[in-house]
């Protein structure tokens, strides 16, 4: 089973950047796609970004496109989302999940294994 640890997270003024980190463990760390989530107060949760780096794919969700990146270092098990130029609205705990490569050319299916979260605050 693959288990999950959000950092990266904090207190940011708007404009600013965080990096956010997901490390994985207990499973073949290339053998799946990672996403990550947010959950903002009285919100739905939203998928922001995934990566499949098997397949080289990315998916950003349009509010974060060309503000967000998201890579992968396969050999430290651990996926980054650089956030830049962060809004007040980005404010949110951030998740990120797992999930069995699908090896169909996208990352956004459904996601099995979650972390805890972590909190980002942007402030105006």
């Known amino acids: 089973e693959v288990q999950l640890v959000e950092s990266g997270g904090g207190l940011v003024q708007a404009g600013g950047s965080l990096r956010l980190s997901c490390a994985a463990s207990?499973?073949?760390?290339?053998?799946?796609?990672i996403a990550w989530y947010r959950q903002a107060p009285g919100k739905e949760r939203e998928g922001v970004s995934c990566i499949s780096s098997s397949e080289g794919v990315t998916y950003y969700v349009d509010s974060v496109k060309g503000r967000f990146t998201i890579s992968s270092d396969n050999a430290k098990n651990t996926v980054y989302l650089q956030m830049n130029s962060l809004k007040p609205e980005d404010t949110a705990v951030y998740y990120c999940?797992?999930?069995?490569?699908?090896?169909?050319?996208?990352?956004?299916?459904?996601?099995?294994?979650w972390g805890q979260g972590t909190q980002v605050t942007v402030s105006s």
């Open positions: 207990g499973a073949t760390f290339d053998d799946y796609a």
């Open positions: 999940a797992a999930a069995r490569e699908h090896y169909s050319g996208s990352c956004q299916y459904e996601y099995d294994y």
